[in-house]
């Protein structure tokens, strides 16, 4: 993974407001070589989501239109000004450890957080800028993905395998809280969900199933799910044989009855998702914010869009409130917050949610429509109608 920070920087020139940045701001607007300043979000919404859900849109708006860059002014309270600045600077694309030069990026994207006066007060169409900064050293991290094998014991379903997968990387040191912490180690995220896939690989490991199992714990997620697009790109076997991708991941939980799956819905394997909670007490739901798309923000989307079916096996959430903020991506999340109990049954539910999948005779699969399907039926060389047998 290639660390690359901004270098000492002078520039100036010519500036342009084009609202939020959005396709229709640009009509009639020549921006070639100009930078773009925006109000960050969109004209419906301008919470933090909303913003890190737009900027990727935004930044590949103005390249191909021309822009030398893109600056959004926000205006966010302290704490979600911190928490945005960890998902700055995501790499553009999947480093190789032989050859780890990523090719040079010279597009400008920077977040100012404002002020409400001059966020929303009169500004003008045309001006200049003029940006110097000291530059920060670049650096060069080698880090791995860790990988494990089980074989299955059906003489047949052995040779698909269903994948076991969490990331093991956090947000590293940042701002220091009230107590003078910095490190921020992501009991929740992802903590819960590394000592999930090493419950099943225990549990595995005594009681084989009929399928083989991998176990894959991913680095870098956190810098743009570098680890599973690097693995999606580069598999031990041929990706075909995974038929089952169950990631597990997530921001906290503010309900202990629960276990979150992101995309329970969208798999034949609901049956038995739903099963294996319920057998501990825990109602199994879909997600609760389907708005924030979050399905495509963790490490299952780099298997679903080649195909491989993958939902996100999460701990009991069921809104964005002040439970999942006071500890999501801040140093406050550590081990001894964590109800150890609720834990127990959440790996129960999803060791047993596992082997119900890895030994069921019919393969999962997409349910019908769903917009991974197609990538599916290539990936597996299966006809659109064609039923799944073994």
């Given amino acids: 993974m290639i660390a690359i920070k901004a270098k000492a920087t002078k520039i100036s020139g010519d500036a342009i407001f084009l609202g939020y940045g959005q396709t229709d701001d640009y009509d009639g607007k020549d921006v070639k ?67 780890p030069q990523n090719p040079p990026n010279d597009f400008l994207h920077l977040w100012v957080n404002t002020t409400a006066e001059k966020l929303e007060g009169p500004l003008s169409n045309k001006g200049t800028y003029a940006i110097e900064t000291d530059g920060i050293k670049e650096e060069t991290l080698v880090t791995q993905n860790v990988i494990g094998v089980l074989d299955g014991t059906d003489p047949q379903l052995k040779d698909e395998y269903i994948m076991y997968s969490a990331h093991y990387d956090h947000v590293g040191i940042g701002r220091p809280n009230a107590e003078g912490d910095s490190i921020y180690n992501g009991a929740r995220d992802n903590a819960i969900g590394t000592t999930a896939v090493l419950s099943m690989a225990e549990n595995i490991g005594k009681y084989p199933t009929k399928r083989s199992a991998v176990f894959i714990f991913f680095t870098g997620e956190e810098k743009g799910l570098l680890g599973s697009k690097y693995y999606a790109e580069h598999p031990v076997f041929p990706l075909n044989q995974i038929v089952y991708g169950f990631n597990t991941d997530g921001a906290g939980y503010n309900n202990t009855k629960l276990a979150m799956v992101i995309g329970l819905n969208r798999t034949t394997a609901q049956k038995h998702i739903l099963t294996g909670a319920a057998a501990f007490g825990l109602e199994a739901i879909d997600d609760p914010a389907p708005e924030q798309g979050l399905f495509d923000r963790s490490d ?4 679903a869009s080649k195909g491989v079916p993958a939902p996100t096996y999460s701990t009991g959430f069921d809104a964005f409130d002040d439970e999942i903020n006071k500890y999501y991506h801040q140093a406050t999340d550590e081990a001894e917050s964590l109800d150890y109990d609720y834990l127990v049954k959440f790996y129960q539910g999803y060791v047993l949610s596992g082997r119900l999948i890895a030994n069921d005779p019919e393969r999962p699969y997409w349910v019908k429509g769903d917009k991974y399907e197609a990538a599916a039926n290539i990936l597996y060389g299966i006809a659109p109608e064609t039923p799944l047998k073994n």
Avoid: C
């Fill in 300 to 303: 299952n989307v780099s298997f």
């Fill in 33 to 99: 070589g100009k930078l773009i300043i925006v109000r960050a979000g969109t004209s419906e919404a301008t919470d933090a989501r909303s913003i890190y859900m737009a900027h990727k849109e935004k930044q590949e708006l103005a390249k191909s239109k021309g822009a030398i860059g893109i600056i959004e002014m926000t205006l966010l309270e302290e704490d979600w000004w911190t928490r945005m600045s960890h998902f700055m600077g995501e790499s553009v694309k999947i480093p190789d450890p032989v050859n």
